[in-house]
């Protein structure tokens, strides 16, 4: 073997750097791989914060109950303009497969707007609670709501921060494979925070409201 035995195989004259060349460096599947195990840490986030609300969730410490303090039909139509969203971003997948650009950015831009909807109406209702003193250190109760509430608040936001970054990318680049890859990633925690809001609305909202 020669000095420049890194490059050359003097046996048979092969250049070595050659046959470990390699043109692609992005793993197959590895990024969907890697955003399943992501996923699955953010479900053990919410699963414990869910565990909290069921054990804090009956603590009201002497102050508001959940059936004082919840507006039902408001959370109701928060919950509608979520489940729009997953709808509006399903439409924009099909146009997407089909390598229709504007078509995509366009249920895109309707899936933010929904988002954005979303995000008014809660916010609302935390400035609503805070200011009739049901803020997060009223009670163990008010503080697992804030916490749970809130943290799925903060994933809509980031997921609406990451669908303008995509609406843009798509706009100048179109829809290749590193595009498409992104768009299903951002699919797939969109409709998780969709089943998440399912359970909140579920155990802490209707459940929250029972005598």
């Not at 969907?32 to 840490?41: A, H, N, P, T, V």
């Not at 990451?162 to 595009?179: D, E, K, P, S, Y």
């Not at 969109?190 to 909140?200: M, N, P």
């Amino acid at each position: 073997m020669s000095t420049a035995a890194n490059t050359i195989d003097t046996a048979d004259g092969t250049d070595l750097s050659s046959r470990y060349y390699v043109a692609h460096h992005h793993p197959e599947n590895g990024t969907m791989l890697g955003f399943w195990i992501y996923l699955m840490s953010d479900v053990l986030l919410f699963a414990c914060l869910f565990a909290a609300y069921a054990v804090l969730g009956r603590a009201y410490g002497g102050g508001p109950t959940g059936m004082e303090l919840f507006d039902l039909p408001t959370v109701a139509l928060n919950t509608a303009f979520l489940l729009m969203s997953s709808i509006t971003y399903g439409f924009s997948m099909i146009a997407a497969q089909d390598k229709k650009v504007k078509q995509t950015i366009i249920w895109l831009g309707i899936t933010g707007l929904f988002g954005l909807a979303f995000l008014y109406l809660e916010i609302d209702e935390f400035v609503h609670l805070i200011h009739e003193g049901a803020g997060p250190q009223r009670s163990a109760f008010l503080t697992s709501f804030f916490s749970l509430v809130g943290t799925h608040g903060l994933h809509v936001s980031f997921g609406v921060i990451w669908l303008v970054t995509l609406m843009f990318q798509i706009g100048r680049h179109g829809l290749h494979t590193a595009n498409m890859r992104r768009l299903m990633c951002l699919s797939m925690f969109w409709h998780f925070l969709d089943v998440v809001w399912i359970g909140v609305f579920t155990f802490v909202y209707l459940m929250g409201t029972l005598p």
